[in-house]
């Protein structure tokens, strides 16, 4: 799925992708969400079926170091991401609301959260085991280091939404967020040994994404309970960098001082060593 969006993006003119924006604006926008994540179930399973039976590891070896999954950090992750954009929302709301609309509609709304709570942790699953998960602990037992998996998954991540509404509308720019949220992950789990907080944060963000606004140029085009109404992003783009150079080291700022993060050096740029066969087995060529 990401290697189709990537080649969408780059072999498919403006004018087709253009037509295939306007398709999916004219499905109604519980079904075309819903469209889009289901995918991600399957995949998901495909995942952790390739992990299970090819490489005979464990699917809690993929998820964290430790003995078990820590559920207060999915939780704690989860709840600074939702906590934070709120504030920053109601802030934005609060010193200009004439381009954000009330868009309210129970039923639709009900049916989204509905929609949203059930399939969006498969999506964000997928894609935090795949990058910094499955991606990452290969590519480092291959390297024998941390920073050149944690780099390449990130700009992997980045080129995987490169085929997203907001690229063409906004441009190349809002790449640097995309790459930015995948070092922010990338961090996160290679700092606290484990994809839980990685987890929990991109579930959080997602989420909002999908039921607290929406525009009509955002890759989520949902019954959302606020509507960005502007057509020009120009005033927007400051909004979108300004969470990878101020937002991203606050969040990894909380997060190291409540989880005691030390030795940042050797997390982030220290060698690999690979782990015995029995738990982490490599396809032979």
Known sequence: MFILNFIFFLFTSKEDMQAAYDMMKSLPGNINLLINLLPFAFLLALLFVLVKF?????????????????FKRILFSFLLIVGITLLLFGISYYNDSSQIVWNFQPTKFIILLIISLLLFPFQIGLEEYLFRGYFMQHIG??????WFPLILTSVIFGIAHSANPEVAEI?????????GTGLLLGIMTLMDDGLELALGFHLGNNLLAAILITSEWSALQTDSLFKYTAEQVVDVKMEIIAPVLIIYPI???????????TNWKDKLFGPVVEPPKEDYKILEE
């Not at 090819?54 to 820590?70: C, G, Y």
């Not at 441009?171 to 790459?179: E, K």
């Open 141 to 146: 037992t291959m390297v024998r280091n941390r």
């Open 171 to 179: 441009g190349p720019l809002i790449m640097v967020f995309y790459i």
């Open 251 to 261: 969040i990894l700022l909380i997060m190291s001082k409540t989880y005691k993060w």
């Open 54 to 70: 090819i490489h005979q590891r464990s699917i809690l070896s993929l998820t964290t170091a430790r003995h078990k999954v820590d």
